[in-house]
C-alpha cells in the first residue's frame, strides 16, 4: 500500500482559510511545511454549535449508589463489626440482683413477742411534749397592720392620673367645639321666624291649590305635589326649632 512522505495532516500550501481573525499575513504556509495552525479552530463562531451538540449520553445518567454506599444490614453488621452493636453506656441497675444458691441464704421464721399497740401507747403517753418557740412572731403589733399596702396606693394613683387625663382631653374637645359657636340674638330669631312663617304660607297656598286635583297621570303633578309636600314639613320643622329659646350656632359652618 503507497504511503506518502509528506504529513497527511499539514495545511495547504498557500491557504488563505486559516487567516481570518488573527495577526498573520492574509496567505499562509507558503513554503508548505508549516506543520502547526497559526490561528485557533473557529467551530461555532458564527450561528452556535448544532443543537443537541451539549446534551449528556443517555447512558451517562447517575447511578443508584453512584455517590453513597448502602447501609448494612444488621446480618452483615454481627459478622462484620460486631462491636458497633456493644452500648457506649450501662444504664445502673435500679433493684438488687436475685440472689444465687451459692450465697448464703436468709434467716426464716423469724418471730417476735411484742405487743406494738400496748407499745406504741405507753411511748404516746410516757412522750413530752414539744416545745413552743419562744420567737413567734406577733402580726397584731406590726407597723403596717390593718394599712393599706405601698403597692395598691401606686396603683390607685395611677388610675386616678388617667381618669384626670380623659377628664382633660374632653374637657379640650368640649372648648374647641365650642370655640365656634354663639347665642342667636332675640332679634335675629325672630326674622328667622317670620320669614319661615311666610315661606310656609306660599308653600302652602300653592299646594292648597292643587288639592283638587286627585288624578296625577303626569310626572310634573307627581313632582309638584311630592315637593310641595316635603318642603311644608322641614318648614314645620325648621319653625319648632326656632321657637326654642337660647338657641346657639355655629359660626364657621
Known amino acids: 500500500m503507497y504511503r506518502s512522505k509528506f504529513n497527511p495532516k499539514a495545511h495547504p500550501t ?17 513554503s508548505g511545511d508549516g506543520a502547526a495552525m497559526p490561528a485557533g479552530k473557529k467551530e461555532g463562531r458564527t450561528m452556535g454549535k448544532p443543537p443537541g451538540c451539549s446534551q449528556n449520553f443517555p447512558t451517562s445518567y447517575m447511578k443508584k449508589n453512584a455517590r453513597t454506599t448502602s447501609v448494612e444490614s444488621l446480618h452483615q453488621v454481627k459478622k462484620s463489626n460486631p462491636s458497633l452493636l456493644q452500648p457506649t453506656q450501662l444504664k445502673p441497675k435500679m433493684k438488687a440482683d436475685v440472689p444465687k444458691l451459692a450465697d448464703q ?13 400496748v407499745a406504741n401507747a405507753v411511748e ?17 403589733h406590726k407597723e403596717d397592720y390593718g394599712k393599706v399596702p405601698k403597692y395598691l396606693t401606686h396603683i390607685k394613683n395611677d388610675i386616678q392620673a388617667e381618669y384626670d387625663y380623659i377628664q382633660q382631653m374632653h374637657e379640650q374637645e368640649i372648648m374647641e367645639a365650642s370655640a365656634g359657636q354663639a347665642p342667636l340674638t332675640e332679634g335675629d330669631r325672630l326674622a328667622l321666624l317670620n320669614g319661615l312663617k311666610a315661606k310656609w ?3 302652602n297656598t300653592e ?3 292643587a288639592t283638587h ?4 297621570d303626569t310626572q310634573g303633578k307627581m313632582y309638584r305635589k311630592e315637593k310641595n309636600e316635603a318642603s311644608l314639613s322641614q318648614l314645620e320643622k325648621d319653625i319648632e326649632r326656632l321657637n326654642k329659646k337660647n338657641i346657639v350656632i355655629d359660626q364657621f359652618s
Open 14 to 30: 498557500g491557504t488563505t482559510f486559516i487567516t481570518a481573525g488573527g495577526t498573520n499575513p492574509l496567505v499562509n504556509n507558503i
Open 213 to 216: 286635583v286627585t288624578l296625577l
Open 201 to 203: 304660607e306660599s308653600v
Open 105 to 117: 441464704p436468709p434467716v426464716m421464721n423469724l418471730v417476735t413477742s411484742k405487743n406494738f399497740v
Open 124 to 140: 404516746t403517753i410516757l412522750a413530752a411534749p414539744k416545745k413552743v418557740t419562744q420567737g413567734a412572731k406577733e402580726y397584731l
Open 207 to 209: 299646594y292648597q291649590a
